[in-house]
């Protein structure tokens, strides 16, 4: 059977092949520890819930319009301006089956063969998949530790070519949860603004940052920067939400209504009902999430004190989402592991704790967990990478 090339060519996913040897080792009644889903571990709220199923029960089960339901493109209207102060009309807002489907669809709509896109690393492992699957070319500006893996304003002056259309923000980040401070995303929106560049503001962790914190979107910076600005939300980290799929694109209403085009030829329109749940989750209480965020916060403080108490790894106080990313290079050297996949998959099958090796986020000296897991599976993967790392 023949594969098209521009699918047969792509990366295949770090992650599973974790999770397929976790699952195997589950299967074969050992006790493993898995630290890598990107998901919270909370169900998600109440009301939310009960919205859907009165949704359905209402006869909200049939086709929608593609871009989404009209009370829920008003529901983003109105946080965006209450939470942002972005001012957008619905027919600036589509809908989609997820953030990642928003962010898919906007790299299909914009980017012609050859196109470049300008990708900080560390990154999502999606960003390069989706901009190759559109022709696009990813170009990578590596994130310093030391700058807590931002990139800097004089890097993305020397990538810009005649070529670049986009350049990708992630503020909180998946995997280091570093945020982009009001001054820094001002100098890089000058930049994008002066050359004529697309950002595209991932926003999806936006709801879960700590210690007094600021989100600023980069749309929100001026007028010149909404213009240049396409901001990508959603509601499935910060209420549970990430089987609903539900998140949503803002920005250029030429550009939206390309993307929602493309939907209408692929997706048809989000799930009917599951609109209906994310109406609720803007719309009604918060206590649910600042219960998570709190929960989130002590998890992060208490695994980053754990891990940083062991010789041989460090890693620094993520800001927002719900990930720490660990540097292991000295770990490797000690082990004489060739590279951060073998030390990984011999983490997992001589303590049987299960991680993300940093090669799908462009970092290969790094692993990512997640502490949107319980307390008592951080405390005890804790101690069994202490005892990999350091023969206890």
Same mark, same amino acid.
């Given at each position: 059977m023949k594969i098209a090339q521009r699918v047969a060519g792509i990366t295949p996913s770090k992650t599973l092949a974790i999770t397929a040897k976790a699952k195997e080792l589950k299967e074969q009644g050992y006790d493993v520890v898995g630290l890598g889903a990107g998901e919270p571990d909370f169900n998600t *709220? +109440?009301?939310?819930?009960? $919205?859907a199923i009165n949704a359905m029960e209402a006869g909200h089960t049939k086709y929608t319009p593609a871009a989404g339901i009209p009370e829920l493109k008003?529901?983003?209207?109105?946080? =965006?301006? #209450?939470e942002n102060g972005l001012s957008?009309? *619905?027919? +600036?807002? !589509?809908v989609c089956n997820g953030a990642k489907h928003a962010l898919y669809n906007l &790299? +299909? $709509?914009? =980017?012609?063969?050859?196109?470049?896109? =300008?990708i900080p690393s560390p990154y999502w492992v999606s960003y390069p998949?989706?901009?190759?699957l559109a022709g696009g070319i990813p170009v990578y500006l590596a994130g310093?530790?030391?700058?807590? &893996? #931002?990139?800097?304003?004089r890097q993305l002056e020397q990538a810009i070519t005649e070529k670049t259309q986009a350049l990708i923000i992630n503020s909180p980040n998946n995997p280091t949860g570093s945020i982009y401070s009001r001054e820094e995303l001002e100098k890089i929106a000058e930049i994008c603004i002066a050359?004529?560049?697309? !950002?595209?503001?991932?926003e999806i962790y936006e709801k879960l940052i700590y210690d007094g914190e600021e989100h600023v979107s980069a749309a929100a910076l001026s007028k010149e920067a909404y213009d240049h600005t396409v901001v990508i939300n959603g509601v499935s980290k910060p209420y549970s939400m990430t089987g609903w799929r539900i998140g949503y694109a803002a920005g250029n209403a030429e550009l939206i209504r390309a993307m929602t085009n493309l939907s209408s030829h692929s997706t048809s329109n989000p799930t009917s009902f599951a609109q209906y749940g994310a109406l609720a989750a803007l719309q009604g209480p918060q206590e649910a999430l600042q219960m998570m965020k709190a929960e989130f916060d002590k998890r992060r403080k208490a695994v980053v004190e754990m891990l940083n108490s062991v010789e041989g790894i460090h890693c620094l106080l993520p800001k927002g989402a719900f990930y720490v990313f660990i540097n292991v290079s000295r770990a490797m050297a000690k082990g004489g592991y060739r590279d951060v996949d073998a030390w990984s998959q011999a983490l997992l099958e001589q303590q049987h704790v299960a991680v993300v090796p940093g090669t799908g986020f462009g970092a290969p000296d790094y692993i990512r967990i997640s502490y949107a897991?319980?307390?008592?599976? =951080? !405390? #005890?993967?804790?101690?069994?990478?202490?005892?990999f790392v350091e023969g206890v």
């Open positions: *709220p +109440q009301h939310i819930i009960d $919205a008003k529901a983003i209207c109105e946080k =965006l301006e #209450k957008y009309k *619905p027919a +600036q807002i !589509i &790299f +299909q $709509a914009l =980017l012609d063969p050859g196109d470049e896109v =300008l998949e989706m901009v190759t310093e530790e030391e700058n807590q &893996f #931002k990139i800097t304003p050359k004529n560049i697309l !950002i595209v503001s991932d897991t319980s307390m008592e599976k =951080l !405390i #005890k993967g804790a101690e069994r990478i202490k005892k």
